[in-house]
């Protein structure tokens, strides 16, 4: 007992000893993290490297041979097969993340400005078809974009059409609709953060000094909440380029993406260095597309003041 | 605020009305169609049963599955957070360099793609001759379970007075008796939020479980194979909204004991401050 409360004495005499305490402090902080940077450093930062690694190998048959080769990568980035899926995925990615934003913003800025005293209701209804199974809500697209689905078979029933459209399912737009959907939230969530810390005083000085609403909010509170739409527009872009379900349930073979060419490198093809190839691939083009995508948005925000 | 006022066109409301809509629509047509007597989902519906609920207790396979994803989801949700308790207690806790690059770090495989996560810790678990198996998949779900872990914590966390622990240490209680006694009720309700939330995730993933097991299938892997066959459908719709269900009762659970615990440590520091 003695000890505990010597041990907190240092905390109460921080003023008079800084800096032995900050080192202190840092080593137990870190101490504190270490099992789970040490998980992460092995379950998620070494795998990255072995991926790395055999991306520069080559597969014989059963074995793998370590010498050092660029030919994995030329296969990516030249056959048309892979060519193609890359450009779709990438093409699909930044559809959805565009689409995800615009939508998303007016509901975020709703909640944000009008909310009143119902915003956490607001935003525990937003988020919580996110936290239903992602394979549930792909399926249900199917069942609703399908053939025999219930959109074909609603608007026959309304006379609409007279025969079920098989235009709806197997195909991009499939996917990017049923993406949309599936990633409507992650976009909500860091668009409304921004908007709360926009100084509301800002508005409507802007207002006081002759600019409509529709001026003000284009001037003050859009530019303001670009570092949202930032992390909204990353949040969707980068894991929806990879996106496994999606296209294997809704794409039909005109919607598949480069994950289902990944896996069946890693599966049925087992050519294990051509997939970590592919993965290195996706990951690099897809950080370029979304720092691109960063300095666009930079680049408007600071046109727009 | 007349000015604010001014600027709520009239389609704004209306536009939210219809956002919330289109975000449960889809999910709505799972129940709607599991209890439809015809087994295509389409309309019009031709008549309520509840055959499809009934057979499911009567597939072994499901059985086996409801077994591996209840075993897989407690312990992921146990492991990830008490390494998510560990985090974010260093995290708001202490102040160090280096630490917005480990949280980074951590938080990480939220925004990666999933497929490139699930196939890199396979190569790895591969190459240390680990046997794929639902341990393997635990190890997955666990990595992914952390960031969400991380952020119902850092929120239960953040605001806790630390003078509360020190007033403790000073009357005379031991570290431990500290910790049970003023530490533990006060974040409670953030760790428990944070063992559903894990739960739910670990219990809805697919993709991870998918490239990480071996032959045994957790319910979304038996739910992927059932997919398959036209047939199965309407189970799948009974199961899944079953799933559904849970998820949004656990869900909605972890949400009000989140909240209570961002309360307590905020108005209890608000009193001290």
Redesign the interface.
Request: no cysteine; aromatic share 14%.
């Given at each position: 007992m003695t000890a505990a409360a010597e041990g907190s004495r240092p905390l109460r005499m921080a003023g008079a000893r800084r800096s032995p305490l900050l080192q202190s402090e840092a080593v137990q902080g870190f101490a504190l993290i270490s099992p789970t940077f040490v998980y992460a450093l092995i379950l998620l930062v070494l795998p990255i490297l072995v991926v790395i690694a055999h991306s520069f190998w080559t597969q014989h048959y059963l074995t793998i041979d370590h010498t050092f080769t660029l030919e994995n990568y030329r296969i990516a980035l030249t056959e048309p097969i892979y060519r193609d899926l890359l450009w779709r995925s990438l093409y699909i990615s930044l559809t959805v993340s565009l689409l995800t934003v615009v939508l998303a913003y007016p509901i975020a800025y709703f909640i944000s400005f009008h909310g009143g005293r119902h915003k956490s209701l607001w935003l525990f209804l937003i988020t919580i078809p996110f936290w239903t199974s992602y394979l549930l809500r792909v399926m249900s697209w199917k069942v609703i974009l399908g053939y025999n689905g219930v959109l074909n078979s609603g608007l026959m029933g309304l006379g609409i059409i007279s025969e079920p459209s098989d235009a709806l399912l197997y195909n991009s737009t499939a996917v990017i609709i049923t993406l949309t959907h599936a990633w409507a939230t992650f976009a909500i969530l860091p668009i409304f953060v921004s908007l709360e810390k926009v100084d509301r005083t800002l508005v409507e000085a802007a207002t006081d000094l002759g600019d409509g609403p529709l001026r003000s909010f284009l001037r003050v509170t859009l530019p303001l909440s670009a570092p949202g739409v930032i992390s909204a527009a990353l949040i969707v872009m980068i894991p929806t380029v990879g996106d496994y379900v999606t296209p294997k349930l809704v794409g039909g073979k005109d919607g598949v993406m480069i994950a289902n060419a990944i896996q069946a490198q890693f599966g049925k093809a087992s050519n294990w260095p051509l997939g970590a190839a592919l993965s290195v691939t996706t990951m690099v083009i897809v950080s370029l597309m979304a720092g691109t995508t960063v300095l666009i948005i930079r680049a408007l925000q600071r046109l727009a003041r | 605020?007349t000015?604010?006022k001014?600027?709520?066109p009239g389609w704004?409301?209306t536009?939210?009305g219809l956002?919330?809509v289109?975000?449960?629509l889809?999910?709505i047509?799972?129940p709607i169609?599991s209890i439809n007597i015809a087994a295509?989902?389409?309309?019009?519906l031709s008549g309520a049963t509840l055959q499809w609920y009934e057979d499911l207790p009567r597939t072994p396979a499901l059985i086996d599955a409801t077994w591996n994803s209840l075993m897989v989801g407690v312990s992921a949700s146990i492991l990830s957070t008490v390494?998510?308790i560990?985090?974010a207690?260093?995290?708001t806790?202490?102040?160090?360099?280096?630490?917005r690059t480990?949280n980074g770090?951590?938080m990480?495989?939220?925004?990666?793609?999933?497929?490139?996560?699930a196939?890199?810790?396979?190569?790895?678990m591969l190459?240390l001759g680990l046997s794929l198996s639902l341990f393997t998949v635990v190890?997955?779900h666990?990595?992914v379970c952390?960031p969400y872990s991380m952020t119902v914590l850092t929120s239960g966390f953040e605001g806790f007075d630390?003078s509360l622990?020190?007033a403790s240490?000073?009357l005379?209680?031991?570290?431990f008796g500290?910790f049970r006694r003023v530490t533990l009720p006060m974040v409670a309700p953030a760790i428990i939020s944070s063992l559903l939330v894990c739960f739910?995730i670990s219990?809805?993933e697919?993709?991870i479980a998918f490239?990480l097991t071996g032959t045994e299938a957790t319910l979304?892997i038996y739910?992927?194979g059932q997919?398959r066959f036209a047939a199965k459908l309407p189970g799948?719709?009974a199961l899944?909204t079953l799933?559904?269900l849970a998820?949004?009762v656990l869900?909605?659970v972890a949400?009000i004991l989140r909240?209570r615990a961002a309360r307590r440590t905020q108005s209890e520091g608000g009193l001290y401050a």
């Open positions: - | 605020m000015a604010i001014r600027f709520l704004l409301p536009y939210a956002y919330i289109f975000l449960y889809p999910v047509f799972l169609f295509t989902p389409k309309f019009p390494l998510g560990l985090a207690r260093s995290i806790r202490y102040r160090y360099p280096g630490r480990i770090l951590i990480a495989p939220l925004v990666l793609p999933e497929v490139i996560v196939i890199s810790m396979l190569l790895v190459q190890l997955g666990v990595l952390i630390r622990e020190e240490a000073d005379g209680e031991s570290a500290t739910t219990l809805d697919f993709i490239f979304p739910i992927w997919l799948v719709l899944g799933l559904l998820s949004f869900m909605t949400e909240r």
